[in-house]
């Protein structure tokens, strides 16, 4: 009993210091997981072109892990550009909107049956002492320049991994020259790389297909910087749950200040939430199927976890980073129960090899069905 606690007292003890680590050096940490995410998106795609009728069978690795990286290059060109580029049009169309927005409040109060208070002077003066649009625009401007700050180095860190992957195997050779462990090690290296690269190349391609939709949805209905929201909604769809609520949000409140049409803006909510519910309801489950198995409970714990250390960038990488957690907890006896835990089926290693040693909870958990761990490692 005493040997359990004192067990759990310094497991507790190294969670916190690891998530005070987390947080302190976020500004080094940040790009670094984001170009190892990165990596796995570019890997998946290098080895979805050698299967390609065309230049799959002409093309080596090396020149397909190339192209990944031009490609990746240029799509992080275009978002800076969107980013720096509406910036002059935002200065442009402020005052406009501000006056619009004015505008759309007062018919709101006549509407609700609201006639002396708030008066157009009221609020036309409450929005010049609260409302700072130069203050906004330098927040603005200086937001831009550390997002494609961040962006480069994302960029130079997943070059650098991608030119050294061929090389991870003989590290951990000469880390792990024990057979058994270098086995283990290797299995679960595989098992991280096959779930997290299928879930993050299907969950980018939907996304980027969300994208799309609502920008022409956008355009349609005519809101200013469609390209811009319809990346910022591709991105914040990999937030899970809140993510596809806070990037339908945002063009819909720029149409109030844009338009000032109650019946604009309700055309322009009901067409980009129907857009999110198609994509993550009918098209999202057939594609991505069981996906990374973990609990919908954990998936907003992780959430509400990586947010708090990271901001949005932590939400954006929470479940992936949660699912690698799962996979490592798998794959060793005494972390199994957590891994257990944090799984939606309760069998985290359904597609890798079972921990050795496994518990007797874990074998009567698994009945008839279980596989020896030689097999499963020979699979």
């Known amino acids: 009993m005493h040997q359990t606690l004192q067990t759990t007292v310094f497991a507790l003890a190294l969670a916190i210091m690891i998530g005070w680590v987390l947080m302190i050096g976020q500004g080094i940490f940040i790009p670094v997981f984001a170009s190892v995410i990165s990596v796995y998106i570019l890997t998946t795609v290098a080895h979805g072109m050698g299967r390609l009728p065309l230049i799959g069978p002409i093309l080596p690795l090396w020149a ?11 799509v992080s060109a275009v978002m800076f550009s969107l980013f720096t580029g509406n910036i002059e049009r935002v200065v442009e169309v402020a005052p406009r909107y501000q006056a619009t927005l004015v505008r759309f409040i007062v018919q709101g109060a006549d ?32 937001s831009v320049t550390y997002i494609g700050s961040q962006i480069f180095v994302i960029v130079l860190y997943a070059s650098f991994l991608i030119a050294e992957r061929a090389q991870l195997a003989n590290k951990i050779n000469i880390i792990l020259p024990d057979a058994e462990r270098n086995a283990r090690f290797m299995a679960t290296v595989t098992r991280i790389n096959s779930r997290i690269g299928s879930y993050l190349t299907m969950k980018t391609l939907i996304n980027i297909a969300l994208g799309v939709i609502s ?53 322009s909510l009901v067409a980009l939430t129907a857009a999110q519910v198609f994509i993550g309801n009918i098209v999202e489950p057939r594609v991505m199927g069981r996906s990374l198995n973990l609990s919908p409970f954990v998936i907003l714990v992780s959430l509400t976890f990586w947010y708090a250390l990271w901001g949005i960038p932590g939400a954006i990488l ?14 060793w006896p005494q972390t199994w129960p957590i891994a257990v835990m944090l799984s939606q089926s309760g069998e985290p290693d359904l597609d890798g090899p079972a921990p050795a040693e496994p518990k ?20």
């Not at 910087?225 to 609520?245: D, E, K, R």
């Not at 992936?320 to 798998?330: C, D, E, K, N, R």
């Open 215 to 267: 920008y022409v949805i956008m355009t349609i209905i005519g809101i200013d910087f469609a390209g811009f929201w319809a990346v910022l909604i591709a991105l914040f769809n990999y937030v899970p749950y809140v993510g596809s609520m806070a990037g339908v949000f945002f063009p819909v409140f720029l149409s109030v200040a844009q338009f000032g049409n109650f019946s604009v803006v309700l055309l």
């Open 64 to 74: 397909r892990h190339g192209l990944a990286i031009l490609a990746f290059i240029g």
């Open 318 to 331: 929470a479940v992936p980073l949660t699912s690698v957690a799962m996979i490592i907890f798998a794959g």
């Open 111 to 142: 509407l609700i049956g609201v006639e002396d208070e708030p008066s157009w002077e009221t609020i036309s003066r409450l929005m010049r002492d609260q409302v700072n649009i130069q203050a906004l625009l330098g927040s603005t401007v200086a």
């Open 360 to 379: 007797p909870a874990r074998k009567a958990a698994r009945g008839a069905g279980e596989v020896p761990p030689q097999s499963a490692a020979r699979g």
